[in-house]
């Protein structure tokens, strides 16, 4: 797998998704926000020079992508910098396999969340798990919440299970 390394990268942090036709999206993290590339042809590991993701803003922080069990794409990431902090955890949903991004939910708008991971349980529900004010609060949190209704336009609040302080 190729992938140019850019003066705008902050670190090597990266994630990937294989699509319908064979091809990986593989984004990454850099001071400018998220940058993407698709491979082309299909299934042949070789990468363009990526480009910002621009669907949303986002910020240097950890994100991911996924397939999620109805078969649309869900991705996690921070989608502010406030003060030097990552804020508002979010997640969003591509129906066409990463052009668009058209349904969006910030489940945690607090400052200090960032480091993002995202898988679903049996039943279907999207997990969650990030950390909240890791210097601090010392939390490592998961989410749990409902893809139906985010896509729905009507999310419902998130259940929180919490990792409390010294981990």
Same mark, same amino acid.
């Given at each position: 797998m190729a992938w140019v390394r850019s003066v705008s990268r902050a670190? !090597? &942090?990266?994630t990937a998704v294989q699509l319908r !036709?064979?091809?990986i999206l593989l984004q990454n993290r850099t001071y400018n926000g998220i940058v993407q590339?698709?491979?082309?042809?299909a299934a042949a590991y070789r990468f363009p020079t990526p480009a910002l993701w621009n669907a949303y803003?986002?910020?240097?922080?950890?994100?991911?992508?996924?397939?999620?069990?109805s078969g649309r794409l869900a991705m996690v990431w921070d989608k502010s910098l406030v003060n030097g902090l990552r804020n508002d955890m979010t997640i969003a949903?591509?129906?066409?396999?990463? $052009?668009?991004?058209p349904r969006s939910y910030t489940f945690d708008s607090r400052g200090d969340v960032s480091y993002p991971t995202i898988n679903y349980d049996q039943s279907? *529900?999207?997990?969650?798990c990030y950390d909240y004010s890791r210097y601090k609060a010392k939390q490592?949190? &998961? *989410? $749990? &919440?409902?893809? *139906?209704?985010?896509?729905a336009g009507t999310p419902k609040p998130p259940a929180f299970l919490i990792a409390n302080d010294g981990l």
């Open positions: 670190n !090597d &942090l990266s !036709d064979g091809s590339s698709l491979s082309t042809p803003p986002s910020v240097p922080s950890r994100h991911m992508i996924i397939r999620s069990p949903f591509s129906d066409d396999e990463g $052009k668009t991004w279907g *529900a999207i997990i969650i490592i949190l &998961l *989410a $749990k &919440l409902d893809e *139906a209704s985010i896509i």
